[in-house]
């Protein structure tokens, strides 16, 4: 018989990475089905998207006569604002792949068929995009008055999306109850989220520096020849693009670890799978 992944269970500091890979590794073929099914079709057409303004953008500054028109703040800010939006829209589709996957593995016990995630994904990532774009902007307007608070509620804030998949809640009530499961036990989820962070920025920088090797090559040969416009040439922004939807994609490092910790966090305070056990020792001794 095939081993399950267990998901409910207490788990402490240094075993949520540990069990993340295991995951992984565990259901590398059906994550990676997942993500080649549903979430690279997004990431190609947002990657083309952002590559078009990049290139839209490089081509007026190139041409324009009047540096300081293109070169404003509204045109960067406009530019800046197109692709964080596009970015958001791959973390949401992301996002909910990894939650609705965790959920039907949990809930069917890992017998599960990859199609079942389709209608699912269409349902979620609506609400996860608009939590995202509500989460930053409190986030943010927070870190304007005072750091702090904006690094509390942007760790509060992480276990809302597993909330709003896992156990089907609003915006709101996700918002709410993120307060109530991370209270006394914000330093380890904290810790867990810079941890998982930092090992998807080792493996993105894996993959990115050669293509920082190849940007500082093409900047140094366009100088050289004065010739600013290879910089952005079309086989470098397909490059490009590629190695942004690999680095999207390792997010799912960070979203398997908080997951994780949401379990632990679950269990920890409200004990479900005691409980279900007490239940069933009730209804056999009935």
Known sequence: MEKIFKFRMVRDFGTVLNHAFEFIKHEYKRIGQALLYFVLPVFILTGIAMAYTTKVYTADLLNSTDFTTVNSPFNNLKITGINYLLMLVNQSVLCTVIY??????QEKRGDFKIEELKPLILKYVPKVF???IITVIITVIAMM?????GIYLGVVFSLVFPLLIIEDLSIGQ???RSFDLIKKRWWVTFGILVISVIVFYVFSLIFALPMML?????AF???????LGELYSTSYLIANTVITIIQTCLYLIPFICIGLQYFSLVEEKER???????????LAND
């Open 100 to 105: 609705l996957f965790i959920k039907l593995y």
């Open 130 to 132: 608009l939590a995202s």
């Open 145 to 149: 008055f005072l750091l702090i608070p």
């Open 174 to 176: 996700a918002m709410s």
């Open 214 to 218: 190849i940007t500082g090559f093409k």
């Open 221 to 227: 040969n366009a100088i050289s020849t004065n010739n």
């Open 272 to 282: 479900p799978t005691l409980q279900e056990k007490i239940d069933q020792m009730t």
